[in-house]
């Protein structure tokens, strides 16, 4: 069962701010490499609509840090009581690792994957483009879900 007590420092709009940022960054990288596979079907394509959904997909990454970020703010003490149950080092080997893998998959990765998508887009790489943004839709999928876990097992939203 979710905790919903230790949700209550986030409150509504945090929540409600971390699943649509959630949506839309899953959704914005499925719908990014829909339309990239696309310019490997039909060859004579505008770039303009790749390069448009690139721009979207990387204002939904920062739409995501920052309700990451408000959650982070929001439910501080919570993240301190969890590393006071146990040291650094059980906080580390434990939650720690799921909490590593979250920045790593669900946001660093994707930053610079995304700015190499754009770079892609820029010369007219479209095959290049297309493969990658099948990595940034796994790699955020893997993000959410580990986001997911921590909602689900500690009741906190990342």
């Given at each position: 069962a979710?905790?919903?007590?230790?949700?209550?420092g986030?409150g509504?709009?945090?929540?409600?701010?971390?699943?649509l940022?959630?949506?839309?960054?899953?959704?914005?990288?499925?719908?990014?490499?829909v339309?990239?596979h696309?310019?490997?079907?039909?060859?004579d394509?505008?770039?303009?609509p790749?390069?448009?959904v690139?721009?979207?997909?990387?204002?939904?990454?920062?739409l995501?840090?920052?309700?990451?970020?408000?959650?982070?703010?929001a439910?501080g003490g919570?993240?301190e009581?969890?590393?006071?149950?146990?040291?650094?080092?059980?906080?580390f080997?434990?939650?720690?690792?799921?909490?590593?893998?979250?920045?790593?998959?669900g946001?660093?990765?994707?930053?610079?994957l995304?700015?190499m998508?754009?770079k892609?887009?820029?010369?007219?790489?479209?095959q290049?483009?297309t493969?990658?943004?099948?990595?940034i839709?796994?790699?955020?999928v893997?993000g959410e879900?580990i986001?997911k876990?921590?909602l689900?097992?500690?009741?906190?939203?990342?």
């Open positions: 979710l905790r919903f007590s230790v949700l209550s986030l509504g709009f945090g929540l409600a701010a971390s699943f940022s959630s949506s839309r960054l899953v959704g914005g990288a499925a719908t990014a490499m339309l990239g696309w310019y490997l079907v039909v060859k394509l505008s770039f303009a790749l390069s448009r690139t721009l979207v997909l990387m204002a939904a990454l920062v995501r840090v920052a309700a990451i970020a408000l959650a982070a703010c439910q919570r993240w009581a969890l590393v006071a149950n146990g040291d650094w080092t059980g906080f080997l434990g939650h720690g690792v799921f909490l590593m893998a979250r920045g790593i998959f946001i660093i990765a994707p930053a610079f995304l700015w998508t754009w892609c887009v820029q010369i007219r790489s479209n290049s483009a493969g990658i943004l099948y990595v839709l796994a790699f955020v893997i879900i986001a876990y921590f689900v097992s500690e009741g906190l939203v990342i």
